[in-house]
């Protein structure tokens, strides 16, 4: 059972191996997911120490399953861009400069640049989520804007 706090979030305890552990959600199905988060990442070996594409690919298997298939794709190529610039490095060490090198790789297509940011935050939401990381490098990290033409009116 699920208790209110006064932020409005809920609070759910459970124990693993041992260790209590506090969860924290909007709602119900958000506490139950992450429950589920925590087991998957402890019984399949996820640590501070666990690399990027790892955790990437963990970050995938939780997220995908409930999305469009067009959306899968998205997901799947700006992860895939990711890894490739920080997918051998531990996924607690990695900083914000590195991210943003890893970024402005791809500045010259804004569009996929910021899909790679929006998935970049995501991964590093769960990972803290997790506790598996204390620091989310793509926090202050801006979009670039686009310029998608001007939009004239056909009639006036």
């Known amino acids: 059972m699920s208790t209110k ?8 305890s459970v124990t693993i191996d041992g260790e209590r552990i506090f969860v924290y959600g909007h709602n119900e199905r958000e506490i139950r997911d992450k429950i589920d988060q925590l087991y998957n990442a402890k019984y399949r070996g996820i ?6 594409r790892d955790y990437a690919a963990h970050w995938l298997d939780v997220t995908l399953p409930d999305k469009a298939i ?15 610039e920080l997918g051998d490095m531990p996924i607690a060490d990695i900083k ?10 791809h500045s010259d297509k804004p569009t996929s640049r910021n899909q790679m940011l929006l998935r970049a935050r995501a991964i590093f939401n769960l990972a803290i989520d997790a506790e598996i990381s204390t620091y989310d490098p793509a926090l202050n990290i801006k979009h670039l804007k686009t310029d998608h033409g001007s939009r004239d009116r056909l009639t006036p």
Do not use: C, M, W
């Open 5 to 12: 706090r006064a932020d409005g979030r809920l609070q759910k």
């Open 47 to 52: 640590t501070p120490d666990t690399l990027f």
């Open 70 to 84: 067009n959306t899968q794709i998205g997901y799947k190529r700006a992860v895939k861009h990711l890894i490739e």
């Open 96 to 105: 914000r400069s590195q991210l943003e090198k890893a970024l402005n790789n």
